[in-house]
């Protein structure tokens, strides 16, 4: 079940590359979906990290992914970055070892980050 979900979330990649890029600092419309998505691949790189996925750094390639199709420049790059870094120690402070909690909060970011993806593709997809 949650391959399936991870295959969506890949989407991602996909969903990045049809959005197209900024040559300016401006915001987009779609900035805040960016965030977010930002921020849940940070909070799935460390709990799939701690729920022994095996993953390496799959999840922060896919957020290197999304900052590479956008481009942002300055402050919005800071943004998604900082959305991230959000995500990554939100969790870490609160998880430190694999809990069912922790399982059911990858299957919601996973669920939560595909539909972004999918929202962002509809929205913007030529």
């Not at 943004?79 to 919601?108: E, H, K, L, S």
Request: hydrophobic share 40%; aromatic share 8%; net charge positive.
């Amino acid at each position: 079940m949650i391959s399936k979900r991870l295959l969506a979330v890949l989407m991602l990649s996909a969903a990045c590359a049809i959005v197209p890029a900024r040559a300016q600092d401006a915001a987009a419309p779609f900035d805040g979906d960016l965030q977010r998505l930002s921020e849940i691949l940070g909070t799935l790189h460390y709990l799939r990290g701690i729920c022994g996925s095996n993953e390496g750094a799959k999840w922060r390639n896919q957020m290197q992914a999304l900052v590479d199709a956008e481009t942002p420049s300055g402050e919005r790059r800071a943004r998604m970055i900082a959305g991230f870094n959000r995500g990554y120690n939100g969790f870490q402070q609160t998880y430190r070892t694999c809990t069912p909690a922790a399982m059911v909060a990858i299957r919601r970011y996973i669920d939560e980050g595909s539909k972004i993806s999918r929202d962002l593709t509809a929205r913007y997809a030529n």
